[in-house]
């Protein structure tokens, strides 16, 4: 059975990389490899499909496969022309705020808001998000899910 620690851990791990991420932009090839890594252990593209609906993508809302999902985090590949780099801000702090958990024998659900703190700065960015999570077969937890999501506001037409 999964636990919510497990939640709580797979989320820290999932702000700390991007963090990480961030921290290597000005060497494109530390930061690449290191995205492919991030990719590889948290999320589930190599067991099963993964839903990925990143907050600020337009034009290609959705990145069914891990070079669409690497794109979103670091840019640079022309079939998203679109993408910018979302982890290369950089971030200095990332904060899950669960609104709830669901917990079953495999996979799990967590939705809420998250925070994102950039660095040298107080300017803190929220974002709702919904995660699903699947156990690989040595037990790890993997996103199969990412939907995120700027808050509604009213002006928005």
């Known amino acids: 059975m999964i636990k919510k620690e497990d939640i ?3 989320q820290k791990a999932w702000g700390d990389a991007l963090i990480r991420i961030g921290m290597l932009k000005e060497d494109r090839e530390a930061c690449e490899s290191f995205t492919d890594e991030v990719i590889d252990t948290l999320y589930a593209y190599d067991i099963s499909e993964v839903l990925f609906k990143p907050t600020r993508a337009r ?3 959705f990145r069914p496969d891990k070079e669409g999902a ?3 985090f670091i840019g640079g590949n022309d079939d ?4 910018t780099g979302f982890a290369l801000q950089p971030w200095s702090d990332v904060k899950f705020e669960n609104a709830g958990i669901i917990l079953q024998e495999k996979s799990a659900i967590a939705m809420g808001n998250y925070y994102f703190t950039e660095k040298d700065s107080h300017v803190v960015k929220k974002v709702e998000y919904t995660f699903g999570y699947v156990k690989d077969d040595e037990g790890n937890l993997k996103i199969n899910l990412h939907h995120s999501s700027v808050p509604f506001s009213p002006t928005m037409g």
Request: zero cysteines; glycine letters at 0%; a negative charge.
């Open 70 to 72: 690497k794109s979103y």
């Open 8 to 10: 709580l851990k797979a």
């Open 80 to 83: 998203f022309l679109e993408d």
């Open 59 to 61: 034009d290609h809302q």
